[in-house]
């Protein structure tokens, strides 16, 4: 098994440890900590279902605890990676400190991936298990496990919440919580999270103790959190943006409590707000103007919300500037990525930089650049590609060798993907995607990785999907797609085909064009990148 790494130069890492950033803590270590300092503080309540639970963090620990002791009773060994799909509940939590306190390594997958996404992470990762709920949304994801075990060799444990059929249930795996191993080391890689990128498949994304801490940290001073913080988790719980920034991990170090809703509609989470006094919520932008929608119509009593932390993409100046007057709080812009860079407006900043900017690095540390295609930097004000170097920022990607030759500099920056312009107080104003993304309501995922699901189709010549800009989305994808010569098709089978490939239900295009022939659809012979523009500028044109 090719082991975790986090290569950090030892020269960077030895100025982290010095400067105090990263302190040394662990996952597992800071959970017994937290359990010992306030055992019957309420550390998760779980509204998603229809009656309400509370897990103290004294019940974190004992449970976590005996999870972790419970898969070490099922054979798995310390170091075993573990793919985690499960909803916001509080399973997920007692699932992830009961691997950190095995020495396992989560692999978190978002509930919208299905059984093409969770092979990849199988394989690339070279996981053992698979913990997952038994329906979510109406998809079966036991159906799926039976596909994955059959696809990936390696899997040989599916722990189920709920209805396991013929899996381990996951309330079964529990043992008294001794021969849990020793504390890993603080530089380990504590987890993989999984990339959006530009280029093909998802890419895994290895954070260790020491740096994904500092950042926590930092995100919750930079907050203002604190045990009477009650922060409402309404995106999924996997997603870097809500665990980390400062997300549920932020709220669990502050000794706060995390409120996990229903769903991420208006009509699930501003009766929680009020009911439960939650004082920070983080939604992507097409969401925070459902919620400003809804609130035309009904009062809420939201006087208990301090932040609305709104990031993942781009949020217009226009619905910005609704938000503190419809809210009655603070909005907080939050510009992050999975691989480590994470930007805040400050709650004190200017309201010009609250409304305008995506905000300004976590640390002083965070070593941040705005360079043009041939790598010069550019002056201030004006836009270029986002490069990156830090103390959380990851050197490189697990077990792939090509995207780490694309994403990395010479000097060790990552190249983020993202033009940026900054001002001269280094805050930041996204402009757009160097790379060929889609970001559909903060969900992303490459244009090239469902290009090939369609060539599949051999009815298919070629195909182009390309980004269009959407009032409620922020992106929506168009497929344009060429047959071969003498056949035809159309859009309703190519999205069948889709769905049968079994990949996440955002990843299918939410237009099909199909087109005689994709180079004269364009004019003249093009670089992929350049076709694209084209053709979403023609589109754009026709459908103007
Ligand atoms: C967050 O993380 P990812 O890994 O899902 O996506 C990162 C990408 C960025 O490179 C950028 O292209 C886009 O998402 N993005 C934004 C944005 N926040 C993220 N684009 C414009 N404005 C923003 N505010 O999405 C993420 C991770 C941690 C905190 C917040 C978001």
Redesign the pocket.
Known sequence: MLPLDQPYPEARARAYRNAGYWTGETFPQLLRKWAEDHPSHPAIIDASGTDPRVLTYGELQYRAERFGAGLLAQGLKPGARVVVQLPNCVEFFVAVFGLFAAGMQPVFALPAHRQTEIAHFLTKAEAEALIIQDTHDGYDCRVMAQGLQKQCSNLSHVFVKGDADVFTAFETVQAQPIGLPADPAPSSVAFL?????STGLPKL?PRTHDDYLYSIRESARICGLSASTRYLAVLPVS???T???P?SFGTLLSGGCVVLPRSSSAGDCLPLIEYYRVTIA?V??PLAQLWLNALKGKQHDLTSLRVL???????QPEIAMQIEPALGCRLQ???????GL??YTRLDDPEDIRINT??RPISKADEVRVVDDTGDRVPVGLPGH?QVRGPYTICTYHNDDGANARSFTDDGFYC???IVSRDDMGNLT?QG?AGD?I?RA???FSAEEVENHILALDRVMDVAIVSIPDASLGERSCAFVEPRTGVSIRPVEIRKFLRKREIAPYKIPDEIEIVSSLQKTAVGKLSRKDLRQQLRSKHLSEKA
């Open positions: 999270l999984i990339s959006g990128g994304i997603h870097n943006f665990l980390s920034s997300g983080a992507v932008p932390q709104v990031g993942g993409a781009k949020l812009q939050v510009f992050g990525m999975a691989e994470v930007n995506q905000g986002l983020t993907g993202d996204v995607r993304h970001n903060g969900e992303k």
